[in-house]
């Protein structure tokens, strides 16, 4: 990929992960790597030692899907559901911190050191989190609930015993046991038999608690409904005198099932039909006997005549006399007064058939008549009845409503009454749903610390620790490290690294310090000197035709190595036999002229200022013969020497005398000359420390170079470790030190 603001050509990098990178990196950073898990690993291994062994209990209770029922009757509680969801609800209940406030009431767990934290002796450890922990609260925010109705004793005492629950919630777990419904409950102490007795107790209170919650339940409800079924009791007792009060008022009484007036009706109804059969049947013989009379026919033939007693005595003494008159006849004659006393007799008896007969007739009609009369009153009776009925009937609408009413209140008040009758058969019968299947034994060895598993936990999380300190320290590494580091971040092509000079440990408790411009004329055939021959190679051959006489070596801040550079690079060319001079153009720091020449009185100024000549100006270096322009101790100006004409002709001339013109410029970052000063030179160097120079600055100080049309060669790295360069990876040629440092005479 072309890089079109600084014009350097480099690859895009890889998606694919490098092994063999990552391996160079696991190596260079290797001690850092096993400092952090050797820390780690101690820190385990010193927390396990320290660790109080505690011992694990555990009490397993399973919940009862299928219940004992002692009487037939619905509980007021019921039992639990047989699925998953109620399962993790009883574990959750067990987990509660009412169920521990039990444990803590019933073992008395707050006079047990290990559970009270304010029985405990603070350890130096503890202590110091303590005090830490006390410094930041007093930082922070009060966030202590204060119940306005305690004293401060009771409110220190509530915390206390908090405090304590605290601790048990910590020290017990609660599992559901695989997909069953079995619970366990385990408790772990130092203490083993504390620890067995805190898990049965556990499983006890848990058992306790639904026992207390199905009793209060039971007496609740029986509170209450003995309350509703006096209040339905009352209701029941208005209703139905509302009822008796409402039939007496609109007259609905009655009798065997029905009201009066409907049983009035059907008697009516009965008494009209057997009169009125009376008096058709009356009627009947009253018919006969006019329409027999009317037709002349004997009253003798007639059946009500016949049946006449009285007619049939009458008749009996009428044949009687028939017979005297016959037997006297046939002794007396017609005149004879026996037989005028006989006929008398027998008119006598004639005349009182005819009044029976009439008498008969009378009663017949009498009994017609009566029938008749007996017949109207009973429809009048029956009439009325009809309309009191009506009457009721509109009536007996309201009644059976609150006939429906009464009743209502009499079947909510009866299935009430019986319900409670069976909440006071049930209270004392109530059973836990769950039932204990496996109390705690004793521990016989403790649980923890698992040294084995903590040494492997130990290893692990140093591993961890080890890769994550190794991945921080590469992700803030933000340094210039290899050539390729170079040329993909920067753009810009890679000149030489410049190797760190070392000294021996015994130089350096004498307090000596490796002076690099010294060092060059004393090793010339060292790595160290062969890094600026390839930086003048690098000059020679960038020409391509072009002239590169005037050099400019620059950096983004101070520190990074462009003095030491511009210096050595000047020496090294000049021992080639190039003829060549170092201008310092610093001048704020001067620290060319300082380490070169020392204080001078004239420099590059008074010659630009026509105060002095070139010759007079120019110092040359005994050890090289590399010609030096410095910088007088008083030649800071705020005046624009670089951007002048004088300055151009400066340039001009020196370019007619030395084959290599070197100027020493300030960093770019901090002074606006260097903008000048390179602008004039045929290509720019920019200096970098290794590992030190942050990307984006040397990035920012390369923008700026390029925006004032300077021409770069490229990056020179300074005080570069060769050896640990090499663990950079295979792609850069400090990777490949070892193979040709043989070639060097250090």
């Known amino acids: 990929m072309t890089d079109e603001k600084f014009g350097a050509t480099h690859q895009d990098t890889s998606d694919l992960i490098d092994l063999r990178e990552l391996l160079a990196t696991f190596r260079r950073r290797l001690w850092s790597f096993l400092s952090v898990a050797t820390l780690v690993v ?81 350890s130096f450890f503890g202590q110091a989190l303590s005090s830490v922990t006390g410094l930041l609260s007093g930082l922070a925010p009060d966030q202590t609930v204060h119940v306005a109705s305690l004293s401060d004793t009771d409110q220190a005492e509530l915390r206390a015993h908090e405090a304590v629950i605290n601790s048990l919630l910590e020290r017990r777990s609660v599992r559901r046991s695989g997909m069953t419904y079995v619970i366990d409950i385990s408790v772990e102490s130092e203490n083993p038999r504390l620890a067995r007795d805190i898990a049965n107790t556990y499983a006890d209170q848990y058992l306790l608690t639904q026992l207390e919650a199905k009793f209060e339940a039971t007496e609740r409800a029986n509170d209450w409904l003995n309350e509703r079924v006096a209040s339905l009791r009352e209701e029941v007792r208005t209703r139905e005198q509302a009822v008796a009060l409402y039939r007496e008022q609109a007259g609905l009484l009655d009798a065997q099932g029905s009201t009066l007036a409907e049983q009035q009706i059907s008697d009516l109804n009965g008494q009209l039909a057997i009169q009125r059969a009376e008096l058709a049947e009356a009627e009947a013989r009253l018919g006969t006997v006019q329409t027999q009379l009317d037709r002349g026919v004997a009253a003798d033939t007639i059946p009500e005549v016949l049946s006449s007693e009285a007619i049939r005595q009458l008749r009996n003494r009428q044949t009687e006399i028939a017979g005297r008159q016959a037997e006297l006849g046939g002794r007396y004659g017609p005149r004879h007064p026996e037989i005028l006393t006989v006929q008398r007799e027998a008119a006598d008896i004639e005349a009182q058939i005819e009044r029976e007969i009439s008498r008969i007739v009378s009663s017949l009609e009498n009994e017609v008549n009566v029938a008749r009369q007996r017949v109207r009153s009973l429809e009048g009776s029956l009439s009325v009845s009809r309309d009191e009925l009506a009457e009721n009937n509109t009536s007996l609408v309201r009644l059976r409503e609150l006939e429906r009413e009464a009743e209502s209140s009499r079947a909510l008040f009866e299935s009430f009454l019986n319900r409670f009758r069976q909440t006071n058969e049930s209270t004392g019968l109530e059973e836990a749903d769950a039932r204990i299947v496996a109390r705690a034994a004793l521990p016989t060895g403790p649980n923890a610390p698992n040294i084995l598993l903590n040494l492997a936990l130990g290893i692990v999380l140093a591993g961890v620790a080890g890769v994550g300190v190794v991945f921080l320290l590469e992700l803030f590494d933000n340094g210039l490290r290899t050539d390729s580091d170079i040329e993909r971040q920067l753009g810009l092509p890679h000149i030489a690294s410049v190797p760190l000079l070392k000294l021996g440990i015994p130089k ?134 670089f951007g002048t004409k004088a300055f151009d002709k400066l340039l001009a001339d020196l370019r007619t005398r030395y084959d290599q013109i070197i100027l020493d410029t300030p960093p770019v970052l901090a002074v606006a000359d260097t903008r000048e000063i390179t602008s004039r030179a045929d290509v720019t160097i920019v200096a970098a420390l290794w590992k030190k120079s942050p990307v984006s600055l040397v990035k920012k100080a390369i923008e700026e170079l390029s925006d004032s049309r300077a021409k770069l060669l490229g990056v020179v790295l300074n005080s570069v470790d060769l050896q640990a360069q090499a663990r950079y990876g295979y792609d850069n040629s400090g990777y490949y030190y070892r193979s040709y440092r043989k070639y060097y005479s250090e």
């Open 42 to 122: 101690a820190v385990v291994v010193l927390f396990t030692m320290q660790t109080t062994p505690t011992y694990l209990a555990t009490s397993s209770v399973v919940l009862n899907v299928q219940q004992s029922q002692v009487v037939d009757f619905e509980a007021v509680l019921s039992g639990l559901p047989p699925d998953s969801a109620t399962v993790d609800t009883e574990v959750e209940i067990l987990r509660s911190r009412s169920v521990a406030a039990a444990v803590v009431e019933e073992m008395g767990l707050a006079s047990v050191p290990e559970f009270n934290p304010a029985l405990q002796e603070a």
């Open 508 to 641: 350096r408790l004498m307090g000596e310090r490796a002076n690099p411009y010294d060092y060059i004329l004393a090793k010339p055939m060292s790595g160290f000197a062969e890094s600026f021959r390839t930086i003048r190679s690098a000059l020679r051959l960038s020409g391509m035709g072009e002239t590169t006489e005037i050099v400019a070596v620059t950096s983004a801040v101070p520190g990074e190595g462009k003095t030491t550079t511009a210096l050595c690079l000047g020496r090294i060319t000049s021992m080639s036999g190039s003829s060549t001079i170092v201008v310092d153009c610093d001048l704020r720091r001067r620290l060319l002229t300082k380490e070169a020449v020392g204080d001078v009185e004239r420099g590059l100024l008074e010659v630009l200022n026509n105060e002095a000549t070139l010759e007079d100006a120019i110092r040359t270096d005994d050890g090289s013969g590399l010609h030096i322009l410095p910088l007088s101790k008083t030649t800071f100006t705020p005046q624009n020497v």
